[in-house]
């Protein structure tokens, strides 16, 4: 497995990496699998294993403890914090109160004394990102974090953190984790080239784009039933009479042609033109079952060739993501109030 640098600093992590959203209750409740999972993902190589105070409420994160519990040194532990995990309206955000009390939570769960990286899941639009980036700085001085970075921000948002830390001497964001995928490209059009100005890494996930490039959108018996499940769940992604998914569709199988021509099969294809780009640092496997593992491991060691990328860039245009509910993000300006974007007298 490829070993590279995150960001600006000396961290080596796999090129490869294990995301746990899928253990636990949300997917896979059964503990000891979810250990055995990621026992084989380290034992492949992998030594980033990603997860998240709020998947399956907290459960995700217990079954990774019990999975490194004897292996610590060697797991490079990544968690992430802000989305609600209770009824109260200061158990989610950005603010000091709250940070403090999901990382001793974090802490808890996973069975450790410190996280290696500690991300902020979301922007949090009611609270200063300074205030955000001051309480993490403290945690990383008093030793409960070594590093700390975001997930799906916007490029601005990202250049503001930067700049803050710096005026202020706080720790900066050494990565970025935003959704990546042949199906979503818009990415490469402004938020990888801040990743690259800052010396940011990016860690990306939903390289198979929600199940489009795995086979589990198309066919028959069983994988009719995982694409209609995911209909069910998010008609906006996989909706087929949504225009904008009817353009997917017909990417899909073009490019499910090219990899047949080049004799890779397309998750193979996914995974593989993801971590082609030089600003992805690692890409976040999001397995529930063993034999997805399994069957994704190899994409670590292709290289697709520049014709085949450019046979890529015909199909899906490169900057573009043809569904915006494929960004990964909602900006609250246009969707929550509307008093944010409308003056009054």
């Given amino acids: 497995m490829q070993m590279r640098n995150l960001g600006r600093t000396g961290l080596k992590i796999s090129g490869l990496a294990l995301g746990a959203m899928s253990l636990g209750a949300w997917a896979n409740g059964d503990h000891d699998d979810g250990v055995r999972i990621i026992h084989a993902a380290l034992d492949a190589g992998v030594n ?4 998240a105070d709020v998947y399956s409420r907290g459960e995700s994160e217990e079954i990774v403890g019990k999975a490194i519990k004897d292996r610590r040194d060697s797991v490079v532990l990544a968690t992430k914090f802000t989305n609600p995990m209770g009824r109260s309206p200061n158990m989610s955000g950005g603010s000091r109160r709250w940070l403090t009390m999901a990382l001793d939570d974090s802490l808890r769960r996973l069975g450790v004394d410190w996280i290696d990286l500690y991300q902020v899941h ?12 001051d309480a993490l700085s403290d945690h990383v001085r008093a030793g409960k974090i070594r590093y700390i970075g975001c997930s799906t921000f916007r490029p601005h948002q990202i250049v503001e953190a930067q700049w803050v830390s710096q005026r202020r001497g706080f720790s900066r964001f050494v990565s970025e984790q935003p959704p990546y995928s042949l199906l979503a490209r818009g990415i490469e059009a402004d938020l990888l080239p801040v990743c690259q100005a800052h010396r940011m890494g990016a860690i990306t996930w939903s390289p198979l784009a929600g199940g489009w490039l795995s086979g589990a959108h198309g066919g028959g018996g069983e994988k009719c039933v ?18 904008a998914n009817q353009r997917k569709a017909v990417m899909v199988e073009a490019l499910s042609a090219l990899a047949r021509e080049v004799g890779l099969p397309l998750p193979h294809l996914a995974v593989a033109f993801v971590m082609r780009h030089p600003a992805v640092t690692s890409v976040l496997l999001g397995p529930r079952t063993m034999e997805q593992l399994v069957s994704l491991l190899p994409a670590a060691d292709l290289h697709l060739s520049d014709d085949v990328l450019d046979r890529i860039d015909e199909i899906t245009p490169p900057g573009e993501t043809p569904n915006a509910a494929d960004t990964g993000w909602a900006d609250l300006h246009l969707l929550k109030d509307a008093s944010l974007r409308r003056r009054h007298a």
């Fill in 48 to 51: 980033l294993i990603d997860t």
């Fill in 226 to 243: 995982a694409r209609r499940n995911r209909e069910r769940r998010n008609p906006k992604r996989f909706d087929a009479d949504q225009p």
């Fill in 122 to 133: 979301r922007p949090d639009p009611e609270t200063d990102i300074d205030e955000t980036l």
